[in-house]
């Protein structure tokens, strides 16, 4: 059965550290996607990044990166010099082709960047 | 460029009344839209999903349904609100892609039932 895991429920760190955000999930599938979401407290959720399961390419936009391992299963986020902009409840999701067009969305891990 | 628009943004009801909770799309034909709900503190529910009009998909039972009378609009709605039905309600469209497809949410509608 498919499934996200977010381990860290909530995370505080002092502005300008890395931080990083874990996602573990488990499929049937070998063909997939992953996504990352970001949701500040407006509530909103903000897309952030989509990556295949073909493409195991580390990527990286600004402050903001993503290892992708495949033989882990694991597609984590990593913040570098954190601003409390980037405070925000961050949502890890998987979905699997012929699913219906379903995303499996993570629980969420909160993060708090203190001043 | 597409948009997705939700409303309202903030709604307190009674117990027992009901519910009506509309999301429409802009800037695109044919999408798929869905309805989530995230309860205080925790991740998203997917509800419902539409892929066309008048095709609806639940994926919870409960007291909540949903329509699709036009391609771009997307209702939630309740005979009769729960206190258990309270939270973040979110919608969302995607492209026909299919599971490639990212889903691109509204500002989410926050429901207190008291």
């Known amino acids: 059965a498919q499934k996200v895991t977010q381990a860290q429920t909530e995370i505080s760190v002092v502005e300008k550290e890395d931080v990083t955000l874990d996602c573990v999930y488990e499929?049937?599938?070998?063909?997939?996607?992953l996504f990352w979401y970001k949701q500040p407290p407006s509530g909103e959720l903000v897309f952030l990044i989509r990556?295949?399961?073909?493409?195991?390419q580390n990527e990286i936009s600004g402050r903001y990166s993503w290892n992708f391992q495949k033989s882990t299963s694991s597609f984590n986020f990593t913040i570098t010099a954190s601003q409390v902009v980037d405070s925000a409840v961050y949502f890890c999701?998987?979905?699997?082709?012929?699913?219906?067009?379903?995303?499996?969305f993570g629980k969420g891990t909160r993060l708090h960047i203190l001043p | 460029s597409q948009t997705i628009h939700q409303w309202p943004a903030t709604l307190v009801q009674p117990v027992g009344s009901p519910l009506s909770l509309e999301c429409t799309v802009e800037?695109?034909?044919?999408?798929?839209l869905y309805w989530y709900r995230q309860a205080a503190g925790r991740g998203l529910q997917l509800l419902f999903y539409?892929?066309?009009?008048?095709?609806i998909s639940s994926e919870v039972p409960q007291n909540l349904s949903a329509s699709r009378p036009q391609d771009r609009q997307f209702i939630l709605s309740s005979k009769k609100l729960l206190l258990s039905d309270s939270g973040f309600y979110l919608c969302?469209?995607?492209?026909?892609?299919?599971?490639?497809?990212?889903?691109?949410f509204g500002a989410g509608t926050r429901l207190s039932v008291l």
């Open positions: 999701a998987l979905s699997e082709v012929g699913r219906d067009d379903k995303i499996i």
């Open positions: 800037g695109t034909s044919n999408p798929n």
């Open positions: 539409s892929v066309g009009i008048g095709q």
């Open positions: 969302a469209w995607s492209g026909r892609g299919g599971s490639m497809d990212i889903q691109y």
């Open positions: 499929t049937r599938d070998t063909t997939y996607y």
């Open positions: 990556r295949n399961s073909f493409d195991e």
